[in-house]
């Protein structure tokens, strides 16, 4: 089976500028998160998706961020406007109704700010 | 509230000698444990995880943790090292009263020749 799918795998913008980033879960898996990994720091949870609707959002760190996930399918990360702070690594990850299975996770996307 | 220490940031071995990567947690419940590999410029993968079934967890690569309630650890072990271990290795913690997982920093294996 095809896994979680990120891209783009790099994205450099300037300061103020708007990113999209995509997530491709395995298919049929109704949980979706996204983490992110700032330099130097730990990986942190953002939020999670259970189909379309945002179960837990509580990481996200401003309204600058706004997580979709429309048809329950792929889910988009918009970050507008960007500042040098969101630059780091930003993970997916899926897994089935019962996590106890595992999470999945992507290859990330690296987001530079400059 | 849960939380994950990672004892060593970088840990430093030779090919073919054992490996010990320290995890400790913290959980207000029952916890689910894994282990996750990341290699240079590739995904999380992951290597084990533990759901309170057997205390002693063996996963891919010859690798294997021990779950140990009184000491709240996991530690990952390897018998013998190899080069292609060489990467950043992650202990997370899933509290069973939700689906977020905590991380811990991370420790960097590396594996001289």
Known sequence: EAGVTQFPSHSVIEKGQTVTLRCDPISGHDNLYWYRRVMGKEIKFLLHFVKESKQDESGMPNNRFLAERTGGTYSTLKVQPAELEDSGVYFCASSQVNSNYGYTFGSGTRLTVV | ?113
């Not at chain 2, 060593?8 to 947690?25: A, F, I, K, M, Q």
């Not at chain 2, 309170?52 to 690569?61: D, H, Y």
């Not at chain 2, 690798?63 to 950043?88: I, N, V, W, Y």
């Open chain 2, 1 to 113: 509230a849960q939380s994950v220490t990672q004892l060593d940031s970088h840990v430093s071995v030779s090919e073919g000698t054992p490996v010990l990567l320290r995890c400790n947690y913290s959980s207000s419940y029952s916890p689910s444990l894994f282990w996750y590999v990341q290699h240079p410029n590739k995904g999380l993968q992951l290597l084990l995880k533990y759901t309170s079934a057997a205390t002693l967890v063996k996963g891919i690569n010859g690798f294997e943790a021990e779950f140990k309630k009184s000491e709240t650890s996991f530690h990952l072990t390897k018998p013998s090292a190899h080069m292609s271990d060489a990467a950043e290795y992650f202990c997370v913690v899933r509290s069973n009263a939700g689906n977020m997982l905590t991380f811990g920093g991370g420790t960097r294996l590396m594996v001289k020749p």
